[in-house]
């Protein structure tokens, strides 16, 4: 089960309470206090991890509750510390007030992570109030509530190239044949219930991200059909690929279809919408795709591609199109500038392993310094005062 989207709550542990003693022992006269503090609660830690690719852990389970620190003991012994509750998410999960509806924090790389609830503060024990003036307290705290929160966790795939176009334009068709990506295809609309990404090689040294998303109708930006749910996947994407199917089975008219999208990608999104975009004709072995062809040209005012996934026909290009436009989006990325959605991505995955300099290595102690002259054959009596 693919889960995006859910809201769970949390609750970080509470802190142990303080220890009221007094040491009585045999023999030992006024002992004095010894109550120990008790243990701090436990946090609630969400941390992106690699091989995680769902949310499906947390559909059925809406609670999360962080254990509690132990109270403080006689003799002086404090309350052990309750262990942190972490949580791993995909790469690209965004953590989401509920109540307030911000951005707590992006989850865009693995290893990234934040505390949701902090656990609360353990309280003190009686020895710990212990003075000149208050030799005998018999005062306590008690530990702190932890916190509690309820977040929303919204996963926004990592992808480099996203796939857009009508029900049944043959995106998923596209992918498994650039990829080794293997989604549902049907001759049917909606086939596709989930996104899908696949890795595509346009070099052995060079890969990108592909994510196909559920084709959109009118109104999907207004929650009709399914594509509203899935555009947040294709957020992150640098380039947007627009399927455009010359001969739809509605009998609808292809150039008004591409303008539907685009019409839905800005009630959406106008920062969506803005981003570099590549239109395609798909299913060129059909009659009737060249003129299709020339009046989204016309009408578009830019190149449109034929591509066939069943004959090959134009794939290779295409490929090697996407490779040098994401290319270019990365290089045409300020160094100084922090990188936004359109060019983290082509930056992270087209740049060639090749053109990462390695860390200089680092030599061990007998090959520095004095000693990296000797050798069986040089001694030290060998050298005289200079070191020659």
């Known amino acids: 089960m693919f889960v995006d989207r859910v809201e769970i709550d949390l609750r970080a542990g509470r802190g142990g309470n303080g220890c009221v003693s007094f040491r009585r022992e045999k023999y030992v006269p006024r002992g004095g206090p010894d109550g120990g503090d008790g243990g701090d609660g436990a946090s609630i830690i969400l941390e992106a991890r690699e091989g995680v690719n769902s949310l499906a852990q947390f559909a059925n389970r809406k609670f999360w509750r962080?254990?509690?620190?132990?109270?403080?003991?006689?003799?002086?012994?404090?309350?052990?510390?309750?262990?942190?509750?972490?949580?791993?998410?995909?790469?690209?999960?965004?953590?989401?007030?509920?109540?307030?509806?911000?951005?707590?924090?992006?989850?865009?790389?693995?290893?990234?992570?934040?505390?949701?609830?902090?656990?609360?503060?353990?309280?003190?024990?009686?020895?710990?109030?212990?003075?000149?003036?208050?030799?005998?307290?018999?005062?306590?705290?008690?530990?702190?509530?932890?916190?509690?929160?309820?977040?929303?966790?919204?996963?926004?795939?990592?992808?480099?190239?996203?796939?857009?176009?009508?029900?049944?334009?043959?995106?998923?068709?596209?992918?498994?044949?650039?990829?080794?990506?293997?989604?549902?295809?049907?001759?049917?609309?909606?086939?596709?219930?989930?996104?899908?990404?696949?890795?595509?090689?346009?070099?052995?040294?060079?890969?990108?991200?592909?994510?196909?998303?559920?084709?959109?109708?009118?109104?999907?930006?207004?929650?009709?059909?399914?594509?509203?749910?899935?555009?947040?996947?294709?957020?992150?994407?640098?380039?947007?690929?627009?399927?455009?199917?010359?001969?739809?089975?509605d009998g609808s008219d292809p150039v008004l279809n591409y303008q539907t999208i685009r019409h839905e990608l800005e009630s959406y999104s106008p920062e969506l919408a803005k981003r570099d975009e590549i239109v395609v004709v798909s299913k060129c072995e059909l009659p009737g795709a060249e003129p299709v062809r020339d009046a989204l040209a016309e009408a578009t005012q830019r190149e449109v591609r034929l591509i066939s996934a069943v004959t090959g026909q134009g794939l290779p290009e295409l490929i090697q199109r996407?490779?040098?436009?994401?290319?270019?989006?990365?290089?045409?990325?300020?160094?100084?500038?922090?990188?936004d959605a359109s060019t983290e991505a082509a930056g992270r995955i087209t740049a060639p392993a090749g053109d990462r300099s390695p860390k200089p290595r680092r030599l061990p102690p007998h090959l520095t310094g004095l000693t990296a002259k000797l050798s069986d054959e040089r001694q030290p009596r060998d050298f005289d005062e200079a070191g020659q």
């Open 66 to 249: 962080a254990p509690n620190g132990a109270p403080g003991q006689g003799s002086g012994c404090n309350g052990r510390a309750a262990r942190d509750l972490k949580l791993y998410v995909p790469p690209g999960t965004a953590v989401i007030d509920a109540k307030q509806h911000f951005v707590i924090k992006d989850l865009l790389k693995p290893g990234d992570s934040v505390v949701v609830a902090r656990g609360g503060k353990r309280g003190r024990g009686n020895a710990s109030f212990k003075s000149a003036q208050n030799q005998a307290p018999r005062e306590s705290t008690p530990g702190e509530e932890g916190e509690s929160r309820l977040v929303i966790l919204e996963l926004k795939s990592i992808a480099d190239v996203g796939l857009l176009g009508m029900p049944n334009a043959g995106k998923s068709t596209l992918l498994s044949r650039i990829s080794a990506a293997r989604p549902e295809i049907a001759n049917y609309p909606f086939t596709t219930k989930h996104p899908n990404i696949g890795i595509v090689h346009p070099t052995p040294d060079t890969s990108f991200a592909v994510a196909d998303i559920p084709g959109l109708i009118e109104g999907a930006s207004e929650g009709v059909g399914l594509g509203h749910e899935f555009l947040r996947h294709v957020e992150r994407a640098g380039l947007l690929v627009h399927l455009v199917e010359p001969a739809p089975s």
């Open 322 to 339: 996407i490779a040098r436009r994401l290319a270019e989006l990365a290089a045409a990325a300020p160094a100084t500038a922090a990188p």
